[in-house]
């Protein structure tokens, strides 16, 4: 830990994991990430099934809250959510602008709108080894997820 580290132990610099889901479906794309806390500056980089990517964004202990810039090679993804004992949960959405899409093929637009946003949950990354009652909690925390995602939208 550097010694300009975040020190509140709900942002622990270091290997985070997590996972993201899309908003049509409760499927869970995992995420292996290396994420730093310091003087309410995010950064770090990670993998998922989509690519290698960068984080950049804020955090507020005040009201304990986060936005980050996901950076992937060919796109960016915004990132925003609540910190607490359990991590990281929150929701995601692609900035870019579809309206042409939107206009020119309505129907594929609303078909293809379920893939632009979402929510997330991402957690620092613990040694012990994961069981069948932790996977369960994953699917548990997927549907919450979904419900939190709902209603924020």
């Known amino acids: 830990m550097a010694s300009n580290d975040e020190t509140h132990h709900f942002l622990p610099s270091g290997e985070w994991e997590g996972f ?22 995010i950064s770090g980089s990670g993998i998922d099934d989509v690519d ?19 950076k992937y090679p060919t796109h960016i993804i915004n990132y925003q959510g609540d910190v607490d ?3 990281i949960w929150g929701v995601w959405d692609n900035p870019e602008d579809f309206s042409d899409l ?29 069981s069948k009652e ?4 994953e699917i548990k925390e997927s549907k919450k997820l979904k419900e939190f995602y709902i209603q924020k939208v």
């Open 85 to 87: 004992e359990n991590g």
């Open 52 to 70: 290698s990517f960068i984080w950049n964004g804020s955090y507020d202990l005040e009201h304990f809250k986060i936005k980050m810039i996901k």
């Open 20 to 41: 993201y889901c899309y908003s049509s479906t409760p499927q869970q794309h995992k995420m292996s990430i290396e994420l730093r806390f310091s003087n309410s500056v």
């Open 102 to 130: 939107a206009k020119s093929e309505p129907e594929i637009f609303k078909k293809f709108k379920a893939w632009t946003h979402g929510g997330f949950h991402i957690w620092p990354k613990t040694s012990k080894s994961e």
């Open 134 to 137: 932790e996977s369960s909690e």
